[in-house]
Structure formats: structure tokens, C-alpha cells
């Protein structure tokens, strides 16, 4: 069996877990082992029936009123009774903040590691060989897992599509998981001022970079980002002279994303900034620069300026809106 992690705050789902089911879906196809989510919720969950609409083999609640506020310790005293009543092969995640803060705690319930951020994979007769990016991308390392089972793997947003899983019906199980005294107490989540913006939700993104030359022109993509529907976002050096705000930071340090339209606006394609849009379905990049990196990963390119493409963009998707 593989058990899958669904992440959500107060039974709104984090998206990055149907992309967690759809890698656990193609990898049970492959292996000939079913497939189980597992929801922690700590009273009545109403995102049970939607999770159930997926070609699964069962939801699994995992119930304690500790759980109804996440904490590492609540979620790994949950995730270990699940795993030791139901005995998987592999528990796989979405490698979002929270699975990184408690993820490697389960593991090493179990004696075992965590293979992080992962990918792809590769089915070698049924063994399964893991790659993960390392030194920020600029290497991919193969990762296999030995000894007894289970095994955690966590996927990089982007590395499956949740679009992708397979619809069904799957039976709901609820079951009363034991959780011991919690060592921390949660506070209030920290929330600036203005509402951050969650671009990993994105499916269309509009990026600048240092070719926007000044503050004033972003508003140039903006118009951009307009017609299409799109979300704003940067590279970090936009962000760190403060031209637009941080949450807005795509990189190694700001966001991964992984729309279905990425435009990349003047941004010549840095490592850092590459792996955290890389998994973009459709690349789209506008550089002066012939040689810039990222026209090494773009679907679409055009090379020249970007205040005479993007006007030209924009009045042609007008057109095209009728």
C-alpha cells in the first residue's frame, strides 16, 4: 500500500496534495499497490467526500481533537498509528513548509529517512530510483531506498500535475489515532498587513526581471498580467530593491511555482531563479540576450526588447479576446 499525505488548514486543502496522489497513483499503477490518503482532522471533516471522489482505495480520517491546529508532535503521533495499522510500502508527500517541519520527525520513528524534494523517479523492475536537485540546482542526484519498509518520499511542487489524478471512488474510513501531550502550543499564524500572495496557486504567472530596468516599468507587465488573468512575480533582484514585495519572489529563496503559462519578462535565467519556475508546463521568455540561460528551458522564446514585445503581446491577446 501507499499512504499519502493531504495537507489542509481547517478543511481547506492544500492543491500541492492532489499532486502527491497523483505521484502516488502512477507509482502504485506501477508497482501494483493500492492507494490510501490520510486526512488529519480534529472533529467533523467535510473535505473527506472530496478526497473519496479519486481513484483511491480508502480516505483515511485520522481523528483527535489534538489535531485540529497542526502541530509536529500531533501529526507525527497521528501519521505513526496510521502507519503502524496499515503497514505501506511507501508514504509519499507534497513537499510543502509543513511536511518539511514534520516529515523527517516521522521518519525517524520508524528509523528511517526522508528522500526530499524529489522530481522524478525512475521503475527499475520494480525498484524505484529517486532524483532530487542539489547544490541549488545545478546537479541531479539519484537516491535509491534499502532496508525494510516504509519509505518517505516527499515530491517538489511541479514534479506531477494534480490536474492529472484519476477520478473515482474510494470509501471512507475514520479512525481514532492516539496523540500524546503536545509540546508546543500553537499561536496565531503570522499574517502581515496585506494578504501574501500564494503563487504556487497561480496558473498563469507574468515573471520580471532586471530587463524591467526601473520601478516604474513594471507596470508595463502589469498590463500584461491584466489581460491574461496572471499573477505578478519576480526575481529576487526586484524584490530585494524592494519594486515589488517579497511574497511576489520566485527562487531558491522566494517560491516554486508551477503554472501552466510562465513569462518571463528581461530575466536572463539564474539557477536560483530557474528552480523555482522549472516546472512550469509552458515556458514563455523575452531577453535581449541570445545566449541568456533561460532561453535553455523556455518552450517559446523572443529575443529582443521586452518594452517592444510585450505592448505587441498585449494588443494581440486583446485581439484574439475579440
Known sequence: MILVFIEHKDCVLNKTSLEAITAAQTIGKELGLQVAAVI??????SLSNDIASYDIAKVIVA???KLGTYTP???????ADIIRKENPKYVIMAH?????DFAPKLA????KEVVGDVIRYKNDGGKLTFTRRIFLGKLDADFTVGGDAPYFVTFQSGAF???NAAKGSAAVENVEV???DLRMKPETPFQEAKASVDLSKSEIIVAVGRGIKSQENIGVAQQLADVLGADLAASRPICDNEWLPIDR??????QTVAPKVYIALGISGAIQHIVGMKNASTIIAVNKDSEAPIFDIADYGIVGDLFEAVPTMIEEIKKAKG
Open 96 to 100: 510543502t513548509y509543513q511536511v518539511r
Open 73 to 79: 508532535d500531533g501529526y507525527t503521533d497521528a501519521f
Open 161 to 163: 500535475r494534480g490536474d
Open 108 to 111: 525517524a520513528r520508524f528509523g
Open 249 to 254: 519572489q520566485i527562487g531558491s529563496s522566494g
Open 40 to 45: 488529519p482532522c480534529g472533529g467533523e471533516c
Open 63 to 65: 481523528k483527535n481533537e
Open 178 to 180: 492516539s496523540v500524546n
